[in-house]
């Protein structure tokens, strides 16, 4: 304990006995994200994450245990929201390793599932095929259809063009 106190990795035995659910609001709170940001973690916590973790204390929160949450919601939302389920739960078990809460991150090296590849996901439209396909449009749209294939942007950047 005294190198441990000499090093400044000292971790208090009794930290971790803290709840996730309390810890975790208080990081959310500390967060200086856009507005957006915010809303969107705050549904993935309060819909997601909190459901599981928030009675837990975190020094209890052990790998396995991570790992077969991961597994559960796998089977019930897309591989996009697991990692960001994951995502949330993992950055808030890293600050309270900064706070020298706990000693390790648990949802590090968690497997999470495998995005999934939709057939025509790696298909490119050739300049020839374009060519045909922007006669098939309607001429008042034409222009928009061409700015958007051509830059790759969003229809609302397309659109919020002056």
């Not at 304990?1 to 709170?29: C, E």
């Not at 697991?82 to 648990?106: F, M, Q, W, Y």
């Amino acid at each position: 304990m005294g190198a441990a106190l000499n090093r400044g990795t000292y971790i208090d035995p009794h930290a971790g006995k803290s709840k996730f659910g309390q810890y975790a609001v208080t990081w959310m709170r500390s967060r200086n994200h856009e507005r957006t940001t915010v809303a969107r973690d705050d549904s993935i916590m309060r819909t997601h994450v909190l459901p599981r973790w928030e009675s837990v204390a975190l020094g209890k929160i052990d790998h396995t245990a991570v790992q077969t949450w991961v597994t559960e919601l796998g089977k019930r939302l897309s591989p996009a929201s697991v990692a960001e389920c994951h995502r949330l739960l993992s950055a808030v078990l890293k600050t309270a390793i900064r706070d020298r809460i706990i000693g390790t991150n648990p949802a590090e090296g968690v497997r999470l599932p495998k995005r999934r590849r939709k057939a025509g996901d790696d298909r490119i439209i050739s300049p020839e095929e374009f060519g045909v396909l922007l006669g098939h449009v309607p001429e008042r749209y034409r222009a928009l259809v061409g700015l958007a294939a051509g830059t790759g942007l969003r229809w609302g950047e397309c659109v919020g063009l002056r």
